[in-house]
């Protein structure tokens, strides 16, 4: 079965530090990524997503993310923190043709300032 | 354009009583969706309707069921609300993003449900 999994459960930064959210996905096939953002008390937006092409992408308030196909990975980037960006952060992935979404468990990031 | 709504915001039900979630798209999205979010497990998708008729199971579909009424709207119902199903309750929705198929979804901004 496809799964999604995100390592960091909990992560603590002080502003201006540098990011690195893992996530990994089992899925042989191709597959569409996705990372989305929940910040308190909001729903979930999207932050950025990978079709296809360029595996470097870059997303919504200075995110990017990396797809590795042979790492089976697609970590999501940001150079330096703001305490805005303190929220939690879902993986997710989704196969090309089907409806449904497979989410990783998600990452709360704290911002210190 | 409003995006995804969901009504109620908030909810506490006894234990065994039923009630709707409703959930409403003015995109012009074909498929929806119904997710539960539990701290530390993540979102998990409780059903989802590719279309208009069509409604499928989840991961976590056991003491749920739904309908989607047209193209809009497409409402969760609890038939016999157990303490377990206490949650945080999503509606989202998407449409065809290219040819190959992906699917970008949009999110309500939720339901909280206390079942005592």
Known sequence: AQSVSQHNHHVILSEAASLELGCNYSYGGTVNLFWYVQYPGQHLQLLLKYFSGDPLVKGIKGF?????????SFNL??????WSDTAEY???VTTSGTYKYIFGTGTRLKVLA | NAGVTQTPKFQVLKTGQSMTLQCAQDMNHNSMYWYRQDPGMGLRLIYYSASEGTTDKGEVPNGYNVS??????FSLRLESAAPSQTSVYFCASSSRVNREGTYEQYFGPGTRLTVT
Request: with cysteine.
């Open chain 1, 64 to 72: 990017e993310a990396e797809f590795i196909k042979s790492k089976f």
């Open chain 1, 77 to 82: 980037r940001k150079p330096s923190v703001q």
């Open chain 1, 90 to 92: 879902f993986c997710a």
């Open chain 2, 68 to 73: 989607r009424l047209n193209k809009r709207e």
